[in-house]
């Protein structure tokens, strides 16, 4: 009963045995694949490895493998690889995008089976079973098997296939997973694998790279002028290159040995201040300095390091020599251009520029030291219109002929201010267009350099010498003058004074006797003072000053009818001041002909009234006309000897000994002039009160005479 219980049909039993075997080939292969997949380390092999084998455990028709890389680009791409029972069914199979290939669920790390996926609700609507899937290939059986690492991170997965239904089993998924399974472990291997030969291979390179820049530092330390020294917190020497070990200890071996040891005398210098200053700040310092120990001057830069300091020196003590000499090179120029009262300047022929040194921007009335400025608007702006000639206005003459470069003129300054000024230069030259020594006639002109210097006290002499000079000859003249017109003026006085004294002469003639004897005395007490240089010797007296100006008018009224002009007079009765009677008459004579003189057919007014001026008394007189007034080229020259506006009617000296009376009488003259429409000119005369003492009348005078 038994053998009979136990008995199974010779089918089943057949069925049975054929799926023993297959399932003992599938653990085989399992097992085989598992091994194989351990050992390699080609992220290629691994795929179709596993895939090859999940096919044949999955008995599927064709197997793809998706799987995720990263492309040339460094960016990621999606690659995929095909297995097939019949490698003719390759060749027709057309692969969408991996996005259309694979169903939302395996990207959500879900296993898809299904034993007819044309029953599935989604075939037909749904990528990758729209229409006709895979190409032409007939799918109806169907198994997705993402591919995960243990984290659960996406790296791929397995879509297989087959024309008739009902062919993946459970057991079949559970095998296919356990090749996943075994493939992304290989994976994961294989991408550490090359993460640590990676790794190997870049440790390798840095010591190389660390070897080969330590031999190229240690050969640039070598041959460097600068000399290197290592030092670390115990303040030993640690390295020294050739020329470091030359400089501080020359045939020793000094490695090792302590800072303080091999220098004692630098125990608290300002080295040793500077050394620690870099080690325990953690920063960069840079001096110079004497380095007593070794009798050198030293440029140091010291940089702090992970264990200490390191030292780069040079020995600049011949440059700190030669700066030295040229320090006091330049010092001694610039202490001969400030006794010389001179400035420096340079010109730059190409961009027309000039660089001033303080001094040369202050003559120059620049705008501010070493401010470049262009000599051409410069020299419109200051140069006196009179002086433009002596200017050149392009340098390019002068410069291309190589030649020096002078010129005298005045300077308008901004302010105001006027005066003189004397510039010089010479052409300066582009060594490198022909050589060093090359002469001069085939070098590049570049510019020029040159001085300027303030020569308005030079020029002033120069113009008071000349003005002494003509005074000098005018005072010969003139004495020569009154020395000849004496005698025919006394000649004069005495028929007067006989035509005066007959009894038959009547009133009005007796009458312009006495006016033509009073102005034969005004004339030879003019005669006397030699036009300025002769002292009066007449004392001051009381003058009535409204009877003298009412006298000065009625002597020229025939001279101002005749030009048909009006004098308008307003004057307070009885002004009285202190003075050189003849002297004041001929300060208001000259004033009222200049006013005579300027008009035509008009106006004169004359006023006089008393005044307290700077807290002095006297009397102020104001003579007007309406004339054409006096040009601005003229007015700061009309007080001038020898300066006139009269062409040749005029000796240019009225005005000139007009102010010098009125400053003799201790007073002042002012002007104020127009020549637009109302145009005309008013002098105003103050003369005080009281005469002034002799003594400051001596200082006045000589003032005046200078």
């Known amino acids: 009963m038994d053998a009979k219980r136990h008995s199974l049909p010779s089918g089943a039993l057949h069925s049975s045995l054929q799926e023993e075997n297959q399932n003992e080939v599938r653990l085989n292969l399992l097992i085989k694949t598992g091994l194989a997949l351990a050992a390699e380390r080609s992220f290629e092999t691994i795929i179709q490895t596993a895939l090859d084998a999940a096919r044949q455990l999955a008995c599927a028709s064709f197997g793809v493998f998706f799987y995720n890389a990263t492309g040339s680009d460094g960016g990621p791409v999606q690659l995929y690889r095909f297995a097939a029972e019949d490698p003719a069914v390759l060749a027709g199979i057309t692969l969408t995008p991996v996005a259309d290939l694979f169903s939302p669920s395996v990207f959500d790390n879900v296993i898809l089976r299904s034993a007819d996926i044309t029953h599935n609700p989604r075939f037909g609507g749904n990528s990758p079973f729209s229409g006709t899937p895979l190409g032409h290939l007939a799918i109806r059986s169907y198994l997705a098997i993402p591919v995960c690492v243990p984290n659960g991170q996406h790296v791929g997965g397995m879509l297989f296939g087959h024309p008739d239904p009902g062919i993946f089993s459970a057991y079949i998924e559970q095998q296919v997973v ?13 991408r550490l694998a090359d993460i640590l030969t990676q790794e190997i291979a870049i440790a390798d390179a840095a010591r190389q790279a660390q070897r080969e820049t330590s031999e190229r530092l240690a050969s640039v330390f070598e041959s460097t ?75 140091i830069r010291v940089f702090p390091t992970s264990d200490g300091i390191a030292i780069f020196f040079q020995d ?127 070098k590049q002109v570049t510019g020029m350099i040159g001085t300027v210097q303030d020569i308005t006290a030079r020029k002033t002499q120069e113009a008071t010498l000349r003005q002494s000079e003509k005074l000098a000859a005018t005072g010969r003249l003139a004495a020569t003058i009154a020395h000849e017109i004496n005698n025919p ?5 005495n028929l007067i004074y006989l035509s005066k004294t007959d009894p038959g002469i009547p009133p009005p003639i007796a009458h312009l006797l006495d006016t033509a004897d009073n102005e034969l005395a005004r004339v030879a007490q003019i005669a006397q003072q030699t036009l300025g240089f002769y002292r009066d010797t007449t004392r001051p007296i009381d003058i009535n000053l409204t009877d003298m100006l009412e006298g000065v008018v009625n002597l020229f009224s025939r001279k101002m009818d005749y030009k048909r002009i009006t004098c308008d007079l307003d004057l307070t009765p009885d002004l009285h001041i202190f003075g050189l009677q003849g002297e004041v008459r001929q300060v208001f ?47 700061q020259r009309l007080f001038s000897p020898f300066f006139t506006t009269k062409q040749s009617v005029g000796t240019g000296l009225g005005l000139w000994v007009t102010r010098g009376i009125v400053e003799k009488q201790g007073g002042s003259i002012r002007f104020r002039t127009s020549t637009e429409n109302p145009s005309g000119t008013v002098f105003r005369v103050f003369l005080p009160a009281e005469f002034i003492d002799p003594e400051k009348f001596l200082v006045t005078q000589s003032k005046f005479l200078q």
């Open 589 to 635: 004579s000259n004033l009222l002909v200049n006013a005579i003189d300027a008009s035509s057919k008009t106006r004169i007014y004359i006023r006089a009234r008393a005044r307290t001026h700077l807290g002095r008394r006297g009397v102020s007189v104001l003579i007007a006309d309406r004339g054409t007034g006096i040009p601005v080229s003229v007015r």
């Open 316 to 442: 600049v003590t011949q440059q700190r020599r030669a700066e030295r000499t040229s320090a006091d090179a330049t010092q001694r120029l610039r202490q001969a251009l400030d006794a010389g009262q001179l400035g420096t300047w340079t010109w730059n022929r190409e961009t027309d520029l000039l660089d001033l040194d303080e001094r040369a921007n202050e003559l120059l009335d620049g705008d501010g030291a070493h401010v470049p400025v262009s000599r051409t608007e410069l020299r419109k702006r200051i140069v006196h219109e009179d002086d433009l000639g002596q200017t050149a206005e392009s340098m390019r003459e002068i410069v291309l002929a190589g030649g020096a470069y002078s010129a005298e003129y005045r300077v308008d300054t901004r302010d105001g201010r006027q005066h003189w000024v004397s510039s010089r230069g010479i052409a300066t030259y582009d060594d490198d267009s022909a050589g060093l020594s090359s002469p001069k006639s085939l």
């Open 489 to 493: 003026l006394e000649a004069v006085t």
């Open 225 to 299: 002028t600068d000399g290197i020294a290592l030092m670390d917190r115990n303040w030993r020497f640690t390295y020294l290159n050739k020329r470091a070990n030359d400089i501080v200890a020359p045939g020793r071996n000094v490695t090792g040995m302590p800072y303080l040891e091999l220098f004692p005398d630098a125990a608290g210098s300002v080295f040793e201040q500077r050394y620690a200053e870099a080690m325990n700040n953690h920063r960069v310092v840079e001096f110079t300095d004497f380095y007593a120990p070794l009798d050198i001057w030293a440029s």
């Open 178 to 190: 356990t090749v996943a399974a075994q493939a992304c472990a290989a994976m994961e291997n294989a």
